[in-house]
């Protein structure tokens, strides 16, 4: 399931675990999952407009815990990290 969040730039940011859409099997998921790292996983948050996507690491259970705020925190700082 994505979950859409809108910075203060007006674009829309849809967030989604890697791999979420190909397949609902398990083997999906796992490839979602940080290696070396527990309960971690690899969301990609993709704009409205068709700039880039990041990809950033989150919680398991990031579509409850996380909140809007966070979202976008992580997603700034992976942009403002691909830039330097």
Not at 4 to 12: A, K
Not at 53 to 64: H, Q
């Amino acid at each position: 399931m994505a979950r859409e969040v809108t910075d203060s730039d007006n674009i829309t940011w849809s967030c989604a675990e890697a791999y979420s859409g190909l397949s609902d099997s398990e083997e999906k998921s796992d490839a979602a999952k940080v290696k070396g790292e527990d309960n971690k996983y690899w969301v990609v948050c993709t704009p409205s407009g068709g700039a880039k996507s990041v990809r950033i690491k989150l919680s398991g259970d990031w579509e409850n815990s996380s909140s809007d705020e966070e979202l976008l925190d992580l997603i700034a700082q992976e942009l403002k990290a691909e830039v330097t």
